[in-house]
């Protein structure tokens, strides 16, 4: 397996992510009503930006969140899904930074919204 290296591994990263997440019972309810043609280049951008120091990526991922009734199921259940996705496609440095990342983001839109 190689690292991710460029916008064509994040997009296939990103891609089979959801394709997990919108089977899973406790996360896809979340994403029913969501434009996939619409969020997966945003998320896509976004993992370019957090990884491959992309430019141009301007939202607030974490306000994006805080209006879903999220738990802590919820949080631990999309990282295994997100580290899952990654050791089955990648290995690496920019892998390892990326599960860093989530696992941050997850903690951060966690710690936000049980203020």
Do not use: C
Request: no cysteine; charged share 25%.
């Amino acid at each position: 397996m190689k690292d991710i290296s460029s916008k064509e591994d994040i997009s296939l990263l990103v891609h089979e992510f959801y394709g997990k997440v919108l089977k899973d019972e406790q996360l896809s309810p979340f994403f029913k009503d969501l434009d996939f043609d619409v969020h997966m280049p945003k998320m896509i951008h976004f993992w370019s930006f957090a990884l491959l120091n992309e430019p141009g990526y301007k939202m607030n991922v974490v306000e994006k969140h805080l209006h879903m009734p999220l738990q802590e199921a919820h949080f631990e259940r999309w990282l295994n899904l997100f580290n899952e996705t990654i050791d089955e496609y990648f290995t690496g440095e920019i892998a390892n930074q990326a599960k860093q990342r989530a696992q941050l983001i997850g903690w951060t839109i966690k710690s936000k919204i049980q203020q």
